[in-house]
């Protein structure tokens, strides 16, 4: 039974606008999610974080928004790249124990 | 050389065979941990290492055999694997504690004939 979920196994999004990945979990015991890109070939590399604590953590053209209530973590990338392009994994955890993926988001950023 | 590395990155192997997989890491992590990416299935943690003793195993078959002889390598021995075992391999560490972030190895694609 698959605690993380990324409904959409795919987006593809014009240069320049909004990518907006999802992420639903169902274990309300976690605590700490991330984000983790994926480019062929490569392993998964860590994009951002967010704690329970928090709805909103931005770094730079990222910004992560957590409610718990709806059990629901979002990805924003603005303006999107096309090196933006690969394969979106979000992860969550309750502190102590082990991450949990999700299937990934494969995003492709249209020149 | 940085990061995470694994080697091989290719592998295909017979059922009959037996084959080792390799990490390592050159962060000072003191945990590392394998993980299975079967397609269109969410990672599946295998193995956690943490002060190089084994603390999570995941029930996965004997057939998968780890072993962290130091804090920096961890090998993924494996024998009489069946042909659904075929998945990317991945290495992974972190600092001590397994929700600290985990930075990845580039990942063995292993194919089973």
């Known amino acids: 039974d698959q605690q993380v979920k990324q409904n959409s196994p795919s987006l593809s999004v014009q240069e320049g606008r909004i990518s907006i990945l999802n992420c639903d979990y169902t274990n309300s015991m976690f605590d700490y999610f991330l984000w983790y890109k994926k480019y062929p070939a490569e392993g998964p590399t860590f994009l951002i974080s967010?704690?329970?604590?928090?709805d909103k953590n931005e770094d730079g053209r990222f910004t992560v928004f957590l409610n718990k209530s709806a059990k629901h973590l979002s990805l924003h990338i603005v303006p999107s790249q096309p090196g933006d392009s690969a394969v979106y994994f979000c992860a969550a955890s309750q502190t102590g124990n082990q991450f949990y993926f999700g299937t990934g988001t494969s995003l492709t950023v249209i020149p | 050389e940085t990061g995470v590395t694994q080697t091989p990155r290719h592998l295909v192997m017979g059922m009959t065979n037996k084959k080792s997989l390799k990490c390592e890491q050159h962060?000072?992590?003191?945990?590392m941990y394998w993980y299975k990416q079967s397609a269109k299935k969410p990672l599946e943690l295998m193995f956690v290492?943490?002060?190089?003793?084994?603390?999570e195993n995941n029930s996965v078959p004997s057939r998968f055999s780890p072993e962290c002889p130091n804090s920096s390598h961890l090998f993924l021995h494996l024998h009489t694997l069946q042909p659904e075992d075929s998945a990317l391999y991945l290495c992974?560490?972190?600092?001590?504690?397994?929700?600290?972030?985990?930075?990845f190895g580039p990942g063995t694609r292993l194919t089973v004939l």
């Open positions: 290492y943490s002060l190089e003793e084994r603390v």
């Open positions: 967010i704690s329970s604590i928090k």
């Open positions: 962060l000072g992590h003191n945990a």
């Open positions: 992974a560490s972190s600092h001590l504690g397994a929700t600290d972030t985990q930075y």
